[in-house]
């Protein structure tokens, strides 16, 4: 069996077009999971800075792997170049969501980079908050999908590459 795309989007889209308030869901799971991995971040490094008797080693624990991260998927997205679904000639399709700020560049995904890089880097320190970061990293793919901001090999390309380098922090 073929995958096709742009079939499953548009089913997947229409349900959100059918029903409004499943569309303003999906907006504001997208807001609120970014902010949350964003504040969860923050607080980390508050932890590690104030909390805890300053501790340089813990600290570049925490700030190496997202700041790899960061610099590994800005390089692979320069090196690709794969056009988001809804600016790929031939694709035809219109996001469910519009997007803001316009990058062009979807592969792979950095949101679901940093949120794998994230929640495995607060798993080193806080496993509970980790693993349900990591929980809210895959419903965050789902909702980029269901967007239309990404192809699922995006997502599942910037999963694994935030996984991998956040288990970094298991390492140091």
């Not at 077009?17 to 999906?26: G, I, M, Q, S, T």
């Not at 980029?144 to 995006?154: E, V």
């Given at each position: 069996?073929?995958?096709?795309?742009?079939?499953?989007?548009?089913?997947?889209?229409?349900?959100?077009?059918?029903?409004?308030?499943?569309?303003?869901?999906?907006?504001?799971?997208?807001?609120f999971l970014?902010?949350?991995?964003?504040?969860?971040?923050?607080?980390?490094?508050?932890?590690?800075?104030?909390?805890?008797?300053?501790?340089?080693?813990?600290?570049?624990?925490?700030?190496?792997?997202?700041?790899?991260?960061?610099?590994?998927?800005?390089?692979?997205?320069?090196?690709?170049?794969?056009?988001?679904?809804?600016?790929?000639?031939?694709?035809?399709?219109?996001?469910?969501?519009?997007?803001?700020?316009?990058?062009?560049?979807?592969?792979?995904?950095?949101?679901?980079?940093?949120?794998?890089?994230?929640?495995?880097?607060?798993?080193?320190?806080?496993?509970?908050?980790?693993?349900?970061?990591?929980?809210?990293?895959?419903?965050?793919?789902y909702i980029?999908?269901?967007?239309?901001?990404?192809?699922?090999?995006?997502?599942?390309?910037?999963?694994?590459?935030?996984?991998?380098?956040?288990?970094?922090?298991?390492?140091?």
């Amino acid at each position: 069996m073929k995958y096709d795309y742009k079939t499953i989007y548009e089913k997947n889209a229409a349900f959100y077009h059918a029903h409004p308030l499943a569309k303003r869901a999906l907006k504001l799971g997208n807001l609120f999971l970014t902010v949350l991995f964003f504040i969860a971040y923050g607080l980390l490094c508050f932890y590690t800075l104030f909390m805890e008797k300053y501790n340089p080693y813990l600290f570049i624990k925490i700030l190496f792997p997202p700041l790899l991260a960061l610099l590994t998927v800005t390089i692979l997205r320069k090196m690709v170049e794969r056009p988001r679904p809804f600016h790929e000639d031939g694709a035809n399709i219109t996001p469910v969501l519009e997007k803001k700020k316009e990058s062009k560049r979807s592969f792979p995904s950095r949101h679901l980079t940093c949120a794998g890089v994230i929640a495995l880097t607060v798993w080193s320190i806080f496993p509970v908050s980790g693993i349900s970061l990591l929980v809210a990293s895959f419903l965050l793919g789902y909702i980029r999908f269901a967007a239309g901001f990404h192809y699922p090999t995006d997502l599942l390309c910037g999963e694994a590459l935030g996984t991998v380098i956040g288990l970094l922090a298991f390492l140091l």
